[in-house]
């Protein structure tokens, strides 16, 4: 069975860092393109970014709003995800789910991990 | 920026059809959007539901069936079931990057 675990969802100050980590079982992450999505507190969904496997030259793409604050990158050997967040902001403040992408196809999902920015 | 519009709301009644659409900011959705569609229920991560404009995973209900809609991307219920009240959200791809829809509020009334 496919599973995608996030954790590392933690409250931080504005202006922290975190890392959130998202481990995979019952598939081999080394083939898998990988997205993080989050969704801050009864919004919608937004995409963060990607990471393409390292045969397809394991390359990140991210959207406008990331402006080089956050960084994915991914560990084959350990079966994880990971996503680096620095900088945050209150809007920040979010779950944020791990997803595969296939590509163009997002079909397993974690369950996700709270991140809150605040004093 | 580009901005993908989804209704905000819709309200079905059991067993009836409603059509949700996609529209992109920057002109007519095409196949080479790979519309994705999604449905959430609350305090849960989204379920998957139609890939690459019409295709259906596995576990996609028959009821569940994407197109393309006078430039739209749309997700169209048939025969809708009560526990089909959800948002539901569609992804469209940009050249490097995913935009999610808005997300529209199913009523089943």
């Known amino acids: 069975e496919v599973q995608l675990v996030e954790s590392g969802g933690d409250l931080v100050k504005p202006g922290g860092s975190l890392r959130l980590s998202c481990a995979a079982s019952?598939?081999?992450?080394?083939?898998?393109?990988m997205s993080w999505v989050r969704q801050a507190p009864g919004k919608g969904l937004e995409w963060i970014g990607r990471?393409?496997?390292?045969?397809?030259?394991?390359?990140?793409d991210y959207a406008a709003f990331v402006k080089g604050r956050f960084t994915i990158t991914r560990d084959d050997s350990e079966n994880t995800l990971f996503l680096q967040m620095n900088s945050l902001k209150s809007d920040d403040t979010a779950v944020y789910y791990c997803?595969?992408?296939?590509?163009?196809?997002?079909?397993?999902w974690g369950q996700g991990t709270l991140v809150t920015v605040s004093s | 920026q580009t901005v993908v519009t989804q209704e905000p709301s819709l309200t079905v009644s059991p067993g009836g059809t409603v059509t949700l659409t996609c529209a992109s900011s920057?002109?007519?959705?095409?196949?080479?959007?790979?519309p994705n569609w999604f449905q959430q229920n609350p305090g849960q991560a989204p379920r998957a539901l139609i890939y690459?404009?019409?295709n259906k995973h596995s576990s996609t209900p028959a009821r569940f069936s994407g197109s393309l809609l006078g430039g739209k991307a749309a997700l169209t219920l048939s025969g809708v079931q009560p526990e089909d009240e959800a948002e539901y959200y569609c992804?469209?791809?940009?050249?490097?990057?995913?935009?999610f829809g808005g997300g529209t509020k199913l009523t089943v009334l």
């Open positions: 997803t595969t992408e296939a590509p163009s196809v997002f079909y397993y």
């Open positions: 019952g598939f081999t992450l080394i083939n898998a393109w």
């Open positions: 990471v393409k496997t390292k045969a397809d030259g394991g390359t990140t």
């Open positions: 920057t002109g007519a959705v095409t196949s080479g959007y790979y």
């Open positions: 690459s404009t019409i």
């Open positions: 992804l469209l791809y940009y050249d490097g990057a995913w935009v």
